[in-house]
């Protein structure tokens, strides 16, 4: 399969997945069998968009199918590609929010606290950043805590950025502290 940027299907990874192109990652939903992104898509939109995301099928045709591939498409702004799939596309594009409807997602953190502000706005379920790497000192690790909960996440999932730390104890309060920051801003 050519190589699609699958961020059209990244928008659904706001609803069910974690994507990774050219890997069979698994979905994050509900319990059950699970399916991998290629599968989803093959399921779901290559009736319309084709296996290679031309467009180029029957009912693609008929409905005018965009071209996944296309420049259009690719200059989409991942909230915007969110925001398609979760809701639909006019009287042709079906809104798989529901249908995909994972209760809360797992995903990694972006690049900069504005998309990923953007990402966790476009979600309509929560979200938790993945900590990925030991990303350097334990203060490093609390900011990264803190920048998260800025951009609206619901939370962290982390593993080595604290079982990596020399003072696990310690650096487990302090992200405690940073989370209860969001949680009383917020009035919970």
């Known amino acids: 399969m050519k190589s699609i940027k699958f961020s059209v299907m990244t928008m659904s990874a706001c609803f069910v997945f974690v994507l990774a192109l050219g890997t069979h990652t698994p979905l994050l939903a509900s319990p059950g069998p699970q399916k991998s992104v290629q599968d989803v898509y093959l399921d779901k939109c290559s009736v ?36 398609d799939v979760g809701q639909g ?12 409807g994972a209760d809360m997602i ?9 998309t990923m502000r953007k ?17 350097g000192s334990d203060e490093e690790v609390v900011n990264t805590v803190r920048s ?18 020399a003072n696990m104890s310690d650096l487990l309060l302090r992200i405690h502290s940073a989370l209860a920051d969001k949680a009383s801003v917020q009035g919970k």
């Open 89 to 100: 596309k006019g009287k042709d594009m079906d809104g798989f929010e529901k249908e995909l």
């Open 148 to 165: 998260i909960m800025h951009s609206g996440a619901e939370g962290v999932f982390f593993g080595r950025n604290i079982f990596q730390s």
């Open 48 to 83: 319309c968009h084709a296996k290679d995301g031309s467009g180029n099928t029957a009912k693609g045709r008929k409905v005018k199918a965009k071209d996944l591939r296309s420049a259009e498409i690719q200059k989409m702004s991942d909230a915007d590609l969110i925001h």
């Open 106 to 114: 797992k995903t990694e953190n972006a690049d900069d606290s504005e």
């Open 119 to 135: 990402v966790v706005s476009a979600c309509p379920v929560p979200i938790l950043v993945l900590g990925g790497s030991r990303t």
